[in-house]
C-alpha cells in the first residue's frame, strides 16, 4: 500500500524538481552535450591526422638527420622546380638520348596477332656475318677486355680462310654503347649492304647504382615495351651473346647481385631479338675466374658463327645455345603467369610461353577463365603499363632514387675520404689548403690570385653526380652519372645547414692538430667563401639558385665550377661572385676523350656555354678554368685554346696542371704521372698563350702564379689593371652591398642601371709576391719543406708536400 501510494505521488514529486531545478538541468543536459560533441570532434581529428599527415613544413630548421622523407616531396625536378631551372631545353640543343621519361600510360586495343618470328635468313654461299663487339665501361675493365676481344676475333677469323669449309666472318666492329646512338643499333639493325648479316658481342660490367648502364638498360625495356615497335625489333639479327663482368668479393652471388645488369641486357636482348640467344650469358668474376670463363664464351660464339656460317642457323645442340626455348629462363615467369597443364612436357609447355605482347593476348583471349566474355581473336584491351598478369618485373620508371644511398659502395668509397655525404646528394670537405692554412703553412692560388683565404674557405657541391666521365677525375669509376637529373632532391637550406654544419665539425677537429693558429682557428668559425666545386656538377642540382642566394644572404661569396655541358641551367644562374667553366680541351677530338661525356651533343652543349658565358661576363667575372694533362690536351692546342678565349672572352683564364690522384681509376683511364706536367711545362704553355692571344689583338696578359699549385693567372688588362698595376683580387663585402643594394652597380641598359659589373668589386691590387714571376708564396706564412727537399728545387715547383710521394712533390698538386 505504501509503494502503491509513493508510485501515485511520483509525477507530482518530478514535477516539483523540475519546476525547482530546471536551470540547473537544463544547463548540465547541455554542457553533458557539448562535451560527448567534443568528444567525439576531438576523436575525428585524431582519426584523420593519423590517416593522413600534414606535411612537415619543407624549411623546417631543426638539427636532424638529413633523411629524404624531411624534405617537402620525394620527387624530382618537375615537382619542386620553384625557379624554373629546367634541364637543357631543346632550343638550346638538341636532346640527347632517347630517354622517355614517364611511364607509358597509354591504354589501347591490340590484336592479338602473332609477333614477327623472323628467322633471318643467311645465305651461306652468298652472304657474311659482322660480328659487332658492344661495350660499356666505367673504370676500363670491360672496355681492354673489350679490344682484346676485337682482337682474338680477328685473328681467329684469319686463320678460317684456310680452312676446308671456310666461313664468311667480317673483321668486327667495336662500339662504346656510351657513344652510339642506341636507336642506330637496338631499334633495329644498322643497315648494311643486303648481303652483311650482323651478330652482336656485348660485354657489360655491373654497378649497383645508377651510372650510365642503367640508362641503357631502361632503353631496351622501353623499346621492347613501346607499342609502335615491333617487340622483337631485332628479330634480322643473326645471333647475339652477352658476357657480363662483376665482382664476387662484393657480390658473391647472382641472387646477391652479381653480374645482375648483364642478366638484365641479356633478358632484353633475348625478348628484342625474337630468342636469338646464340650462346648463353657468360659471367666473370674480375677478381677470380674471368679469363677462364671468358675463353670458354669467346670459344662458344666462335662456333655458333662457325655453324651459322655454314648454313646451319643457331642449332639446337648445346643446352642453352641454339635453341631459344631452353634458354628463355627470363620467360618462365611469365609462363608461370599462364596456366599450363603441370603434366605437359617441357617443350610442349614452353611452347606455350609468353612469348611477347602479342602472345599474351592471344593465350590470354583462349583462356576462358581469365575472360569469359573473350572470344579468340577479338581484340583485348591492353594496358601498355602492366601488360603482365603479376607485377614481376619493374614498373618501366622508377620512382626517383637517392643519388648516393648510405648503403652505396660510393658512400663508403666518398666517407672514407673524409667527404661528408649531405642528404643524399649533396657533398663537403675539408680540403688541405684549408687545414694549410689553419697551420699558417699558406693558403690555395686563391688567396694570391683573389685574397680568399683558405681557411675561411669550405668546399662543397650539391651534386655528387654529373655528365662527364673524366679521365682526370678520381672517382669516374663510381660517381654517379647522368644527362638528367632523376634523384630524389634535398631541399636548399637543408643542403646549406647540412654543408655548413659538416664544415665546422671538421674544422674542430683541427683544434688538436699541432702548429694549428688559434686566431686563424677562430676566424675559420665564420664560413665566408665557398668552393662549388669539390665533384661532380654543382648546376646539376636544381635548386642552385635558392642555394647560391642563401649563401649570398650569410655574406659567403661564391666561386662556382661547371663542366660547359648544361646550357640552360648556366643561362638562368644568378649571378655569383666568380663563375668558372672548366675548359679540359680545345677542339671537339679532344674534349671527347678527356672528359668522355654522355651528351652525345657534347660540342654543341660547350660551344652553348662558352657564348652564355661571353653574354653573362659584364655582371659577374668569368674564368676558364684549363686543366693540363700531358698527352691529352696540351701539344698543338695553344691556338685552339685562344680560339675559345676569344669566342667567350673570360675575366680570367687560369691555367694549372692535373692533379694526379693515383687511385687505379685513374690508371685505367690511362693517367700516370708522366701526364702530370712540371710547373715550367705549364709556365711554357701559358707564355704561348699569351703571345697567341696578343697577336690577335686580344687584351690579355700574365698577372700572377701560384708555382705551389702548378697554376698561372691570365687576365683581360683592360679590366683588371690599373694605374700599370695587377688588380685581381676580389672586395668581397663590396659584392654583398651590392648583392644587397645598399649600393648601386654600374651595369647599364640605355640610360638606366640595371646591376652590376664585375669592376664594381674590384679589390686590393694583386700583391707584389703573387705576381707572375713571384712565386706566390704570401710571405707571411711559413714555406714547410719536404723531408729531403728545400729552396734549391723550387724552379721545379718543389714545396710542401703532405705526404705526397716523392715523385708527386716535384710536380704541384692543387686541390679545389
Ligand atoms: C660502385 C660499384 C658497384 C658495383 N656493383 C656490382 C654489382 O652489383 N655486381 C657485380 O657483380 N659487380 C659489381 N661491381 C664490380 C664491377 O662490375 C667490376 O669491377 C667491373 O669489372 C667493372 O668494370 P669496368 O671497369 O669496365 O667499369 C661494382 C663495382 C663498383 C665500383
Ligand atoms: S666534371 Fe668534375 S666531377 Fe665530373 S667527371 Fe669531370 S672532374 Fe669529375
Known sequence: MHSHSILWRLPAELLLIWHTHRTTILLSVVSLVAIVRLVVYVRGRREKVSLSPTPSSPVEKVVVELRPEWLPENTTISALNIDNHTEDPTVAV????????????????????????????????????????????????????????????????????????PVSILAPQVHDISYIEYDDFFISPPKSEPNVKYFYLILLPTYNIDTVLSIFLENLQETHNDFRIDTAPLSDLLGYSVFGFGDKEGWPTELEGFCSQAKEVDKWMARLTGRKRAWPLGMGDVKGDVERRLQEWIQGVQEVMVEIGQGRGLGDGAPGSGDPVESDEEDVESAEDIDVEPSQPRRAKTKARVDDLEDLGSLVSKSPASDPTATSGSPIPIDFTTYKSKPKSKPLTQAPKEMVPTTSPTYASLTKQGYTIVGSHSGVKICRWTKSALRGRGSCYKYSFYGIQSHLCMEATPSLSCSNKCVFCWRHGTNPVGTTWRWITDAPDLIFDGITTAHYKKIKMMKGVPGVRSERFAEAMRIRHCALSLVGEPIFYPHINELLNIMHKQHISTFLVCNAQHPAQLASLVPVTQLYVSIDASNKDSLRKIDRP????????????????????????????????????MADEVRGYADLVERALPAFVEVKGVTYCGTPAAGSAGLSMQNVPFYEEVAEFVTQLSSELVSRNLPYGIAAEHRHSCCVLLADETRFRRDGRWATRIDFERFFELFEGKVQGTRMEGREVVGWRPEDYVGEDTPEWALWGEGGFDPRDTRVWRKGKGPKGEGKGEGEGEGKSGEEGRREVVEI
Open 598 to 633: 654522355l651528351h652525345r651533343d657534347f660540342w654543341e652543349r660547350f660551344c652553348a656555354c662558352l657564348d652564355i658565358l661571353k653574354n653573362r661576363r659584364l655582371e659577374q667575372r668569368t674564368v676558364f678554368r684549363l686543366t693540363l694533362v700531358k698527352g691529352f690536351n
Open 94 to 165: 638538341a636532346p640527347a638520348i632517347k630517354t622517355k621519361k614517364g611511364p607509358k600510360t597509354v591504354k589501347g586495343k591490340k590484336l592479338p596477332t602473332k609477333s614477327k618470328q623472323t628467322q633471318a635468313t643467311f645465305d651461306h654461299t652468298t652472304d657474311k656475318i659482322q660480328p659487332l663487339i658492344f661495350f660499356q665501361s666505367l673504370s676500363g675493365a670491360t672496355e681492354r677486355y673489350a679490344s682484346r676481344l676485337d682482337k682474338e676475333l680477328e685473328s681467329w677469323i684469319s686463320t678460317l680462310e684456310n680452312n676446308e669449309s
